[in-house]
């Protein structure tokens, strides 16, 4: 009778943790990421779009990505900025196992990025060797903490990227009292680089907190205001994990329960 309830309860458990599994917000989201030949194309075509424009936007030394930079700066050298997570570096499979344990960022965040088990994302590792033989420097302004800094480069190392020494080429967030608004850290760059291209799976990559957390119309509109820049400057991957588009459906209030976001969220839902 004992071991019969003992397998009731496993059955029972095991049921709730599927349903779980299935319920969860990131599930197909995550499956997008990791399975569909879709996600590789769009990658794939974001990094060879770059490189298809990087050589004539070298060519033009009175341009520049970063709306940071705003004089002096035709005659130095070039430098191109990216994120790292979702942009660079794929964690995918960090979600994947927020699905099965049911759980949240930043439960095991920091403990998988020491793991440095992340592969590029299609088309980055080309595109960075290609960038780098082109004589442009290469930078990541990332809001992963300082902590892991050495896991990145690691990570990097194994997978076949290896950077020119120099102090830092990866700015991450705590380090120098940096917060998560990435412009002082372009602006820094600016000062000794011109920036030609820059790359991100959100929009505060590459504009101002001010402008990025905002409501989710009011960031589309920020967004048009730069179209000029899309696609020739600035490249967007597109996240459906998680960013700060999820943010702005909730009024950037991560300290509300799971159940009060998913009920924001679905409010958001237009059905015409």
Do not use: C
């Amino acid at each position: 009778m004992k071991f019969f309830k003992i397998i009731v309860i496993f059955i029972l458990t095991s049921s709730s943790l599927n349903s779980n599994e299935k319920e969860h917000e990131l599930l197909m989201a995550t499956l997008f990421v990791q399975s569909s030949a879709e996600f590789y194309a769009n990658s794939k075509s974001i990094y060879k779009a770059a490189e298809n424009n990087l050589k004539e936007l070298l060519q033009n030394k009175y341009h520049t990505a970063a709306l940071e930079q705003t004089d002096n700066y035709h005659n130095k050298p070039p430098a191109i900025i990216l994120d790292v997570d979702q942009t660079v570096l794929d964690n995918s499979a960090y979600q994947a196992r927020l699905i099965k344990n049911n759980t949240s960022y930043p439960d095991g965040w920091v403990s998988w990025a020491k793991e440095e088990k992340a592969e590029f994302l299609p088309g980055a590792l080309e595109f960075l060797q290609f960038a780098l033989s082109e004589g442009v420097e290469i930078f990541f302004v990332t809001n992963r903490v300082k902590e892991i800094e050495e896991a990145t480069i690691r990570n990097y190392q194994k997978l076949g990227l290896n950077l020119p020494n120099k102090n830092d080429f990866i700015l991450s967030r705590g380090e120098n009292n940096w917060g998560s608004n990435k412009s002082s850290r372009r602006e820094l760059l600016a000062r000794d680089y011109r920036i030609v291209m820059m790359f991100g799976d959100n929009l505060g990559d590459f504009v101002d907190i001010k402008e990025n957390n905002l409501s989710p119309a009011e960031r589309i509109s920020v967004t048009k205001k730069y179209n000029d820049y899309w696609g020739v400057s600035w490249y967007m991957f597109s996240n459906p994990m998680y960013g700060d588009w999820e943010g702005s459906i909730i009024d950037f209030d991560y300290s509300i329960s799971r159940d009060k976001k998913l009920e924001k969220k679905s409010k958001s839902l237009d059905q015409k």
